[in-house]
């Protein structure tokens, strides 16, 4: 990271130059208005670039920072106090930004129930609503001729002028961009990331997805209301007309052109677009044309940003292929051991529809035992997953865990619990390391709020200490420690499945459900994994499994039970159930060979 | 006669080079098995033969043609049909029109006689596609899809057939029916390239075999000597357990 700490430094040192060697403010103020608009960008690539949640509203949270400290500090001004300690300024920039956050807890918990294009219409709603109270609410904003003579930002009595100011937004530019780095690479922001490929992934290890989405949206909002109450105190002046839609599909470009989820891209997108168009003065009235056609050819050319090109256009030595050992080899991991939990399951029945997929099924899982579900394709094993771990309500029946009465209303409710599954169809979070995806996996037994994450205190370094160690532990059980770095999207199939097996126990379960974990592993893997299996179970863990690998089943479970058609046709100890005629003709086919 | 041969064959994603030159042909008329771990390269070298990853070097001929660097959709109209990974049906849509996606090229040259001829041939070997027709692909059973996308694979009227993992999440009582399909095909003329982790159904049925291991060709053989030999016998046909 020499070069890197080199380039940064020289970029700084740049930046810093830049009114020294400019004559006149004009480029100051330019630098200036780069900067808030790249904080506000920042704010909204942790939200759109990625988390994935895509917001056209942003300009309406600038509104709320700005408006609020425009307001508050003319109010104030008259106040003798005030106007020789300069602290007005500094209230109001706070106030405006934990308006602007406020207010974006009220639309998150309204908007983000939808996903996709429909947040993107909600924030527009939002947007627009916020710019007509802006204009119809005179007597406190001023209607369309807005708020003017704003005062101008001190430092006790010393008024800074452009050339000072500049200094003290770069100063907030440079922290914005630490903060999304501290925020993007701690847990939390792995959790953040996840979301933006597989919402149900992250809520089954226990994360209250929708909470989790909230919290974004209130920071992304902050930054904007931030980056606001800035802009109001730059220009001393601001309206309606600051704050349209155009500014909010401004700050999406922003970040799309620079590069979504990269830490430089929306910076580079704020500053690329917001000073075009002054560079462009000399084409006149055809200057919005220009503009348009320009962004609309580099999103054409660079569908990853300008950072995205960067990155492609750097050399790069090929990295060595490391050979994949086929064993687990460090089975030596310590695992806790862990209070599995006994699950009944009465008269359960479900219908997608006019197809009848679980009628009245009944079974036990003893704890700490090894259960089998087996049966045909479309017998509805997954649909009895589904049901356990929270992902559908059943029509009618009941569920005891330990006893009482299990009201699973929800996958993260469900894997508070201590019932945790993997997919038969895989979710995994898209490029994301295999180590990342084991410790978003702990995010339950995390204790580091994300306050700790930000400033790095001791309780999160040692937090973040033994997740990696017990990360590395749980992908040494499952024999895949050595693809720790490996983005998930470049795993073979077999392999993605045990990553879902490794993600499931970081979030240490008292019953795991696994659906189908041998599809796709070859025999050597599969026996590799049958051990894992009566590890876990050695451990006091108890396992429900989904598996058409007959070997598997008889190998490693206590019991079995088929079903047929939504219905239980057989259960039992496995060497038993495997004799019974109607197992062998709906399931098993005539002769054994299938094992 | 050699209907798809190829020649020292690298392929990779980006900087991370996952084949090493590898070199194999199947005869026309023929079935090749290519066992293989997880991250052998085995699903890497299918993609790359049909077009979906460019090859990095080496050559892929079909027939007399070289299509290493054609377009997938090109080497699709040449005769080479893949069966995808977790099959990849669409699953709003019903089985027929999966089956109409599949023989697009003949159905947009308005060969819809050779059409019907390619579903009435498929009904024969897979009655059970017939009856679910008009259902959506998605509420079918696992194995069924798996006949839907064989199916759909069949229906283009291709020279050679390559499936990715045709026994993946089926009931051992399907998989039979799946497997014996192959050979039914096989006497009809097809040529047809199998990557499968499930040797022993692999070996069974074909006439030549190959074992990928990290991105190298370690062994070939006729499944008989193959399934004789221990490190096989061990690491695919789980004579470890």
């Known amino acids: ?595 | 006669m050699k209907l798809l041969e190829v020649k020292n064959l690298h392929v990779g994603y980006g900087e991370l080079e996952v084949v090493h030159g590898i070199s194999f042909s199947v005869s026309r008329g023929e079935i090749v098995t290519v066992l293989g771990t997880n991250g052998a390269g085995k699903t890497t070298t299918l993609r790359s033969i049909a077009g979906l990853i460019p090859p990095g070097s080496g050559s892929v001929t079909l027939g007399s043609a070289r299509i290493d660097g054609c377009a997938a959709h090109d080497i699709a109209a040449r005769g080479l049909a893949l069966v995808p990974e977790g099959r990849q049906l669409f699953p709003e849509h019903t089985v027929l029109e999966n089956l109409q996606l599949g023989a697009y090229q003949a159905l947009r040259a308005g060969r819809r006689a050779e059409f019907k001829t390619s579903l009435a041939e498929i009904f024969e070997l897979f009655p059970r596609v017939h009856e679910r027709l008009d259902q959506p692909a998605g509420v079918l059973s696992g194995g069924e899809q798996q006949m839907v996308a064989i199916a759909r694979a069949l229906v283009g009227r291709p020279q050679i057939l390559l499936l990715d993992e045709p026994s993946l999440g089926l009931a051992p009582i399907v998989l039979r029916t799946i497997f014996d399909t192959f050979t039914a095909l096989k006497a009809r003329g097809l040529t047809i390239l199998i990557v499968e982790q499930m040797a022993w159904l692999g070996l069974k049925i074909s006439d030549y075999a190959h074992v990928l291991e990290n991105g190298r060709i370690m062994l070939s053989g006729p499944p008989k000597d193959l399934a004789a030999n221990p490190r096989v016998m061990q690491a695919y046909l789980g004579g470890a357990t």
């Open chain 1, 1 to 595: 990271m020499r070069a890197g700490a080199l380039l940064a430094i020289c970029g700084i040192a740049l930046l810093a130059a830049i009114p020294i060697i400019t004559s006149g403010t004009y480029y100051t103020f330019l630098g200036i208005i780069v900067f808030i608009y790249g904080i506000v960008a920042i704010g909204l690539n942790i939200l759109s670039g990625y988390a994935g949640q895509f917001s056209l509203g942003h300009a309406a949270f600038m509104a709320m920072g700005a408006y609020t400290t425009a307001i508050l500090t003319k109010a104030l001004a008259t106040i003798p106090f005030f106007a020789t300690s300069g602290l007005h300024i500094w209230l109001g920039i706070t106030c405006g930004t934990t308006i602007a956050a406020l207010s974006g807890i009220v639309l998150a918990v309204a908007a983000l129930r939808v996903r996709g294009p429909y947040l993107a219409m909600v924030t527009i709603a939002f947007g627009w609503v916020i710019w007509k109270i802006l204009q119809e609410w005179v007597a406190v904003t001023g209607g369309d001729l807005g708020i003017s003579s704003i005062p101008k930002p001190q430092v006790g009595s010393l008024r800074l002028n452009t050339g000072k100011f500049y200094y003290a937004v770069m100063a907030f530019f440079l922290t914005a961009l630490a903060l999304q780095y501290r925020l993007i690479y701690s847990p939390f922001g792995m959790r953040l990331r996840a979301i933006k490929h597989s919402e149900i992934a992250v809520a089954s290890v226990g994360i209250d997805v929708y909470r989790l989405k909230v919290v974004v949206f209130v920071i992304s909002a902050a930054f904007a209301g931030f980056g606001g109450t800035l802009f109001a105190h730059q220009q001393n002046y601001i309206s309606p007309d600051n704050f349209q839609f155009f500014s909010s599909v401004f700050f999406l470009l922003a970040v799309l052109f620079g590069g979504a989820a990269t830490m430089f891209g929306p910076v580079i997108g704020a500053a690329v677009l917001m000073l075009l168009p002054e560079m462009l003065h000399d084409f006149d009235k055809y200057r919005l044309i220009v503009y348009g056609v320009l962004i609309l050819v580099t999103l054409y050319f660079l569908p990853r940003g300008v950072v995205g090109l960067i990155d492609h256009l750097r050399p790069r030595r090929r990295k060595a292929v490391v050979p994949v050992p086929r064993v687990a080899k460090e089975m030596a991991a310590d695992l806790p051991p862990t209070a599995g939990a006994s699950l009944e399951i009465n008269g359960i029945s479900h219908a997608f529809g006019g197809l009848q997929a679980l009628n009245d099924v009944s079974l036990e899982i003893a704890v700490g035992s090894v259960h089998a579900l087996i049966g045909p394709n479309g017998a509805g094993k997954t649909t009895l997953i589904n049901i356990i771990s929270g992902v559908y309500a059943a029509d009618a029946g009941s569920m005891h865990l330990d006893g009482t009465r299990l009201q699973s209303d929800s996958l993260h409710a469900a894997a508070s619990r201590g019932i945790v599954r993997t997919f038969q169809t895989l979710k995994l979070f898209g490029n994301m390391t295999v180590l990342e995806h084991v410790v978003i996996g702990m995010a339950r037994h995390s204790r580091a709020h994300l306050g700790h994450m930000l400033v790095r205190s001791g309780r999160d370094r040692r937090e973040r200490a033994t997740q990696l160690a017990e990360a590395h532990a749980l992908l040494g059980l499952l024999g895949i420690a050595q693809l720790a770095e490996v983005p998930a999207s470049e795993l073979a199939y077999g392999h993605r499945r045990l990553v879902e097996i490794a993600r499931a126990l970081a979030v240490r379960p008292r019953i795991l459900l696994l659906d189908e974990p041998a599809a796709g592993l070859v025999a050597e893997e599969i026996a590799a994994l049958a051990a894992v299996i009566r590890r876990l179970k050695g451990i006091g863990m108890t396992i429900l499994l989904v598996e058409h690998h007959m070997e598997l089943v008889l190998n490693v479970s206590d019991r079995v039970t088929v079903l047929d058609h939504g219905g239980v046709i057989a259960d039992g100890p496995p060497s038993k159930v495997c004799r019974e005629e109607k197992v062998i003709a709906a399931y098993l086919g005539s002769s054994r060979e299938a094992a």
